[in-house]
């Protein structure tokens, strides 16, 4: 059967369908059956690393204690962050096989029957992590120094968004700087971060601006607290021109938790109140999706100011 006239007028010029077979035919991007997944060349490796890089040198101005997290996460952690009340449809979860030979048995009569043998598994104690700083807040728990604490968290995190969209993946890399303490202290870090960060993708030759935001909160309930998330001006974004003609997009977050990790994970400034934390989020790939989108597709030939920027 053939298309229906919008459908393939949707499709023709689609400028995220575009940049996305531009990376894949540069090879710098390799994709697999699920949209949104690729696995990724030297050079856009190369890319990340230096954007690593730099995050680290702001890092270690703040003193801040560098984790390397893995992309999955307790799911006792999961379960305190209340990620499943706001964003079901993001999340993903590890199943595993816990059977017998007679179980065993049947699995494998299943998969050969190309039957339901996912029904045989059961939940594993983790889930695939949806933001890096997630999995530093149970390791917080108790009395913080007066202060508080600064953290770099980098991991890759999983978020079930298939799209076509090349910034837009399911498995992607965050690294983030974290302030844990004082409810003044976490809104300098978030404000100070954002400056930062902006200061940085400018170098990078990347025009980017702050704006208010708010998180795709799901269903009816989520748009009330969307709406207030955006009021209070808890969640700035940092976006940037990929797409010409379309929205910009978010490379870099920052984000005011006021004590929504500090109480549920027992965290307490110096004083004995629940701690307030603040994280500015790296989308690393997606910086490195606008960076390719914007100098072209082989970094050896970008502006000098910013291979110096990015690889000094
Ligand atoms: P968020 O926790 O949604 O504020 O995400 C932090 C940052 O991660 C965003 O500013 C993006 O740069 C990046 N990010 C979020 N979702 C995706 C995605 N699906 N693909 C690639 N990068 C993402
Ligand atoms: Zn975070």
């Not at 962050?81 to 079901?88: A, E, G, W």
């Not at 870099?252 to 500090?262: E, L, M, P, Q």
């Amino acid at each position: 059967m053939s298309e229906p006239a919008h459908d393939r007028s949707a499709v023709v010029g689609d400028p995220h369908r575009e940049l996305h077979d531009r990376l894949i035919e540069a090879g710098l991007l390799f994709a697999t059956p699920v949209q949104g997944l690729y696995g990724r060349s030297e050079t856009y490796q190369e890319v990340v690393r230096a954007l690593d890089a730099m995050v680290h040198r702001w890092a270690l101005t703040l003193e801040a204690t560098t984790i390397h997290v893995p992309p999955v996460l307790a799911r006792s952690t999961f379960d305190a962050t209340n990620y499943l009340q706001s964003f079901p449809d993001l999340m993903g979860s590890v199943h595993i096989f816990s059977g017998n030979d007679r179980t065993h048995a049947e699995l494998v009569r299943r998969v050969e029957a190309g039957g339901d043998w996912q029904a045989l598994l059961e939940p594993g104690e983790v889930v695939l992590s949806s933001a890096a700083c997630h999995a530093l807040y149970p390791m917080l728990s108790g009395r913080l120094p007066a202060g508080g604490r600064r953290f770099e968290v980098n991991g890759l995190c999983f978020r079930h968004e298939p799209s076509v969209d090349p910034a837009r993946m399911q498995s992607f890399s965050m690294h983030e700087v974290v302030y844990v303490g004082d409810p003044d202290d976490a809104q300098q870090h978030r404000d100070r971060g954002l400056r930062v960060a902006l200061a940085r993708l400018a170098e990078l030759g990347l025009e980017a601006e702050a704006v208010p935001a708010n998180d795709p909160f799901f269903g009816r309930l989520g748009t009330a607290l969307a709406a207030s998330q955006l009021e209070e001006e808890l969640k700035l974004e940092a976006v940037t021109p990929i797409f010409a003609g379309r929205e910009r997009t978010a490379v870099v977050s920052a984000n005011c938790h006021r004590d929504h990790f500090g109480q549920p994970f027992g965290i307490e400034n110096d004083a004995g109140a629940p701690a307030h934390s603040a994280c500015v989020a790296f989308g690393v790939d997606r910086i490195t999706i606008a960076l390719f989108a914007r100098h072209g597709l082989d970094p050896s030939t970008w502006p000098n100011e910013v291979r110096s920027a990015l690889f000094s």
